[in-house]
């Protein structure tokens, strides 16, 4: 089982990224898919979520309008498009599937904001 984050890099405030996850080794479309999130000193925390199929999209309120999780199951790849980005953003996001009982992680990317 593998999930590769890539995409991550230092932005200006106001900039936008899009980070991947490339999935590999278990059956993806199975699976709830979830980013996180955790900066220095801090908790991780949830980002974005959505359901196997597409579709049941949740984020948390820090992100919600400007941030957008997506996901194509042919390619086996969840996406996160980061817009407005702002230093507080600043982190290491971690790609996250979960069916049940089971919880793979992939090793996260660093992303940067600032000026």
């Known amino acids: 089982v593998q999930l590769a984050e890539s995409g991550g890099g230092l932005v200006q405030p106001g900039g936008s990224l899009r980070l991947s996850c490339a999935a590999s080794g278990f059956t993806f479309s199975y699976y709830d898919m979830r980013w996180y999130r955790q900066a220095p000193g801090k908790e991780r925390e949830l980002v974005a979520r959505?359901?196997?199929?597409?579709?049941?999209?949740n984020y948390a309120d820090s992100v919600k309008g400007r941030f957008t999780i997506s996901r194509d199951n042919a390619k086996n790849t969840v996406y996160l498009q980061m817009n407005s980005l702002k230093p507080e953003d600043t982190a290491v996001y971690y790609c996250n599937a979960v069916r049940s009982i089971l919880d793979y992680w992939g090793k996260g990317t660093l992303v940067t904001v600032s000026s």
């Open positions: 959505i359901g196997s199929a597409g579709g049941s999209e």
